[in-house]
Nanobody
Framework: QVQLVESGGGLVQAGGSLRLSCAAS???????MGWFRQAPGKEREFVAA???????HYADSVKGRFTISRDNVKNTVYLQMNSLKPEDTAKYYC?????????????WGQGTQVTVSS
């Protein structure tokens, strides 16, 4: 069983940065780790994924601004978000899955809120 706990969300001005963390319990070394987000009234969307080998994949909307990374020793995955825009406002979820990059994802965290003010 894998449990995921996100942290690092908050309120930031446009152009600012945040780093989200996702701490995993259980063996996630062989899993693809992903970040998703869901804004009010919208469907959940893929943001980024990192394979167990370190391959990364990004949604076009965040490419060049967001960076996903994972520390397999600490069992933690990160999402560094730079040049944030108001349209990045959403609840961000960490997930663990077996197929890179789009899943399906088997385990999900509870999410952390990111709000970007203009």
């Amino acid at each position: 069983q894998v449990q995921l706990v996100e942290s690092g969300g908050g309120l930031v001005q446009a152009g600012g940065s945040l780093r989200l963390s996702c701490a995993a319990s259980g063996r996630t070394f062989s899993y693809t780790m992903g970040w998703f987000r869901q804004a009010p009234g919208k469907e959940r969307e893929f943001v980024a994924a990192a394979s167990w080998r370190g391959d990364t994949h990004y949604a076009d909307s965040v490419k060049g601004r967001f960076t996903i990374s994972r520390d397999n020793v600490k069992n933690t995955v990160y999402l560094q978000m730079n040049s944030l825009k108001p349209e990045d406002t959403a609840k961000y979820y960490c997930a663990a899955g077996r197929l890179y990059p789009f899943g399906p994802y088997d385990y999900w965290g509870q999410g952390t809120q990111v709000t970007v003010s203009s």
